[in-house]
């Protein structure tokens, strides 16, 4: 029984194997990388709008707007900003690195 459950994996393996398509580029992978990190940056960007809003509007009086969503806001756009910062340090940590390296 143990042999039927070992064929059935490899069957999978190899129909996995098989159904791969050809490697993406260097060319492809960048564009996919800068598209990924620009998406990224707008929803950053947008979550400190909605922050920026939420407040301005609690300011101003809308009670629609209360405290504990604005401070929810704020933190979001303050944990998102905090994590694209870290990116941004180990990205060109790692450039510095690589032009570092002997050719």
């Known amino acids: ?31 996919d990388f800068g598209q990924l990190l620009s998406s990224a940056i707008n929803t950053v960007n947008g979550l400190q709008k909605s ?19 604005v401070m929810i806001a704020r933190n979001k756009s303050s944990v998102a900003f905090d994590a694209t910062v870290q990116t941004r340090n180990k990205l060109v940590e790692a450039y510095k690195e690589l032009m570092n390296m002997p050719v």
């Not at 070992?6 to 580029?25: C, D, H, I, V």
């Not at 922050?51 to 969503?69: A, E, I, K």
């Open 51 to 69: 922050s920026s809003d939420m407040t301005t509007r609690f300011d101003q009086g809308d009670r629609s707007v209360s405290l504990s969503d």
């Open 1 to 31: 029984m143990k042999i039927n459950a070992m064929q059935q994996e490899m069957q999978a393996l190899m129909a996995e194997a098989q159904n791969t398509s050809r490697p993406a580029t260097g060319q492809q992978v960048g564009q």
